[in-house]
């Protein structure tokens, strides 16, 4: 199983920018794709952007496309989740995952995945 530490969480202002940064170790025993997940509070974690192994296939919910960007350093073990534009809703724990167990898509959910981070908080005030 791979172990996953994210940092770069923190508390922004509207249109506001962070770069969350997601640090993997270990070894990958399934799907090497990684992806972002999102948990605001009394809601459901929510699949938010994914990458495969050599970062050309990259999928996004709808609601950040064009303000997030997801991409990864295999080198570095490292995956990012660049976040423009924040807004409040984009209020959240954000979740690292890797193994991909499914198929990639732009309407996965938490099942697809085998390995959690323990996630970092955004805070995006109004």
């Known amino acids: 199983q791979v172990h996953l530490v994210e940092s770069g969480g923190g508390l922004v202002q509207t249109e506001g920018s962070l770069r969350l940064l997601c640090a993997a170790s270990?070894?990958?025993?399934?799907?090497?794709?990684m992806g972002w997940f999102r948990q605001a509070p009394g809601k459901e974690r929510e699949f938010v952007a994914a990458i495969s192994w050599s970062g050309r296939l990259t999928y996004y919910t709808e609601s950040v496309k064009g303000r997030f960007t997801i991409s990864r350093d295999n080198t570095k073990n490292t995956l990012m989740l660049q976040m423009d534009s924040l807004q409040p809703e984009d209020t959240a724990v954000y979740y690292c995952?890797?193994?991909?167990?499914?198929?990639?898509?732009?309407?996965?959910?938490?099942?697809?995945?085998?390995?959690w981070g323990q996630g970092t908080q955004v805070t995006v005030s109004a």
């Open positions: 995952a890797a193994e991909l167990l499914t198929s990639l898509s732009d309407q996965m959910t938490p099942n697809g995945f085998n390995s």
């Open positions: 270990g070894q990958h025993l399934n799907n090497p794709a």
